[in-house]
């Protein structure tokens, strides 16, 4: 009709005064409704509907001077305090590695972390401007591709210690691809919270393989985060309590199980006792983390410890034991300096993951940090003496050229979310289908 032509070219003319095109959506839908809404209220007083259009129409103003004053306030919003927390990160990582170095291939080691932290840059950069909604609107066919290049990367990459080191880092990727499963089930109620868990079993799979203990339990905990927000909240659209009760009783079943089962072994038994009492065994399975308690319990709040045993004596204490080497070696202050910038940006993050108007900005954002932050607390607890899972990498922090590309990709992808929560609605995205 007529007044349907005129509607859309004033919209037209608004959104071509708007120069970030995400925003176009949003503000047509606003502009539509609010001129229909003015249109209803003039019919109601007698108007035909063209002439009360055309009223409605006229009373919005000049479209021009709209779309000036909208294109002002819908910007991209890059968040600059995570960016910058991120670069403090990066430098404070190069400078620890630099101190904890003392192997005779350190050149190497610290060239090849510069370029994976370049290579990371790169990736974060890319997920900054690639549009996040891609995960909410292909999800299986990302989780496809994910697990497929995890069972190639099982099958091509080298085995290092008995484990498939490479494929853990991807492993950290599917909480955020989980989101979007999530997302994309949500309307399904009951079959949607099993076929979510369904789903989650693949990766859960691949962690047995590589084998890796700890990426499973990391990885589990984080999509027992992100369904359980999806239950509370609503977004199943199913009674909470049951919704719940669907979760965590097949949950605690495996792990009660699990746990006795592998209790049963009496060597897995052994071994879990003695690392939890690391001096029962101090020479065997509990020789790390006796040695480490002993570096700690030596540490002082500034400066070198009392050397409590040679901390050249721990293997890999400059790798995956970087920070209990930086304690005995700094002091606890420097412990503080570090666990206080990871700590401001995780905070930052889960402020600005709050304020997410759309379910899949939520859920992907929450995602991310999760997985971030699960790896921090998994990675401090083990350098503080207690390696019950043993840990992957303190992101930025430690030496891994996988997990430094991986963590900053991941950041990129929350920054994405952050630069746009504020516009974008779920209404507005393609049906939950692929």
């Not at 370029?115 to 299986?140: E, N, S, V, W």
Request: aromatic share 12%.
């Amino acid at each position: 009709m007529q007044y349907s032509a005129k509607l859309n070219e004033f919209i037209e003319t608004i959104c071509e005064q708007i120069r970030w095109k995400k925003a176009h959506n949003i503000v047509s839908e606003e502009i539509r409704n609010h001129v229909i809404d003015q249109k209803n209220a003039f019919m109601d007083k007698g108007l035909d509907e063209e002439t009360a259009m055309e009223k409605a129409i006229k009373e919005m103003g000049d479209p021009v001077l709209i779309g000036t004053e909208l294109d002002r306030t819908h910007r991209p919003k890059m968040e600059w305090n995570i960016f910058l927390l991120t670069g403090i990160m990066i430098i404070l990582g190069f400078g620890i590695r630099y101190i904890a170095s003392f192997e005779p291939d350190t050149p190497f080691m610290l060239g090849r972390s510069l370029m994976a932290t370049l290579i990371g840059i790169a990736c974060m950069i890319g997920a900054y401007f690639i549009d996040f909604t891609f995960i909410g609107r292909y999800p299986k066919s990302i989780f496809t591709g994910l697990t497929v290049l995890s069972i190639l990367s099982i099958l091509l990459s080298p085995v290092i210690r008995g484990k498939h080191l490479y494929v853990q880092f991807i492993l950290l990727v599917f909480p955020t691809v989980m989101a979007g499963i999530i997302y994309n089930m949500r309307s399904k109620g009951y079959l949607g919270i099993i076929l979510s868990g369904a789903f989650f079993i693949i990766p859960v799979l691949i962690g047995l393989r590589i084998p890796s203990m700890s990426v499973v339990a990391l990885i589990s905990l984080c999509f027992l985060i992100l369904i359980t927000m999806a239950v509370i909240k609503g977004w199943f659209n199913v009674n909470k309590l049951y919704g719940m009760l669907l979760i965590y009783i097949p949950t605690f079943s495996v792990v009660i199980v699990g746990f006795i089962r592998l209790m049963s072994y009496n060597y897995e038994r052994e071994r879990f006792l003695n690392i939890i009492n690391p001096y029962k065994d101090p020479l065997g399975d509990g020789y790390i983390s006796a040695r480490m308690r002993e570096m700690l319990a030596g540490a002082k709040f500034i400066g070198r410890g009392d050397l409590g045993s040679n901390p050249y004596m721990i293997p890999e204490i400059n790798t995956n034991y970087i920070m209990t080497y930086l304690i005995h070696r700094l002091g606890w202050l420097s412990f503080i300096v570090v666990m206080g910038v990871i700590s401001f940006l995780i905070i930052r993050s889960f402020k600005l993951c709050y304020k997410q108007k759309s379910i899949l900005g939520k859920l992907v954002s929450m995602a991310v940090l999760v997985t971030f932050t699960m790896e921090v607390i998994f990675y401090v607890i083990t350098n503080l003496g207690l390696p019950i899972m043993g840990s992957l990498t303190l992101p930025f922090i430690s030496y891994s050229g996988m997990s430094t590309i991986v963590n900053m990709t991941l950041i990129g992808i929350m920054l994405s979310v952050f630069k746009s929560g504020d516009i974008l609605k779920d209404s507005l995205l393609l049906p939950n289908n692929e």
